[in-house]
Every structure is written in C-alpha cells, then in structure tokens.
C-alpha cells in the first residue's frame, strides 16, 4: 500500500502563495508521474497539475497556467506544487495522487488515471 501524505496547506489571502508537498515511498514514486487535484465543497475532483517521471514535463489546468507550479525531488520522494497569486476560487481540499502504471502525465487528467491517494490538505484563500 503506497502511503502518499501531503502537507503544506492553509489560510492566506488573495495574492498570496503557498508551497504544498507529497512525500511518497521510494520505490514506488520514483519513475511514475505524479499530479495534483482539488475538490471544493459541492463540486467534482478537478484536475489541477500533473509530472511526468523524470519531472521534465508538467500539464496544468487552464485556469492556474502561469500562477501554480508542479516540480519534484526524485532524491526525496516528494512533489510540490508552488501556488502564487491566489484566488478565493482556488478554495479547496488538495490532493496529490500517484498516475497508473502505463498512462501518460500528459493524458492523466481524470481521477480513475491515479491510483495511490493521498489523505489530502485544506487551501482556503480569503477575499
């Protein structure tokens, strides 16, 4: 059972930033791409960023391109996600999550892509 834990949430307001991290197990983060979703109350788990492997290439959602941040440390186990200018629309439950064997961090934007969960952090951004 792989045991992905993610911390790094909180309170700020609106322009602010914050660095979220997933700490995963070894030999079973190394090598799979990694991503990032979020559930707000009342909606659908979004898609948010995802990481191929190597962490050479990342995919975002249209509307966080240019404000969030998705990278890794290989060596560490652990993937980020640097969230700058917040929005109270960026409110929201956060997840990092581990991408199937045999699917592509380019093309793995749907919950069933992922595998491994983690117990997900809460983002509130104040107006």
């Known amino acids: 059972q792989v045991q992905l834990v993610e911390s790094g949430g909180g309170l700020v307001q609106a322009g602010g930033s914050l660095r979220l991290s997933c700490a995963a197990p070894?030999?079973?983060?190394?090598?799979?791409?990694m991503g990032w979703f979020r559930q707000a109350p009342g909606h659908e788990r979004e898609f948010v960023a995802s990481i191929s492997g190597n962490g050479g290439n990342t995919y975002y959602l249209d509307s966080v391109k240019g404000r969030f941040s998705i990278s890794r440390d290989n060596a560490k186990n652990t993937v980020f996600l640097q969230m700058n200018s917040l929005k109270p629309e960026d409110t929201a439950v956060y997840y990092c999550?581990?991408?199937?064997?045999?699917?592509?961090?380019?093309?793995?934007?749907?919950?069933?892509?992922?595998?491994?969960w983690g117990q997900g952090t809460q983002v509130t951004v104040s107006s």
């Open positions: 999550a581990r991408v199937k064997s045999g699917r592509s961090y380019g093309t793995a934007r749907r919950a069933e892509d992922y595998d491994y």
């Open positions: 070894g030999r079973t983060f190394i090598s799979y791409a």
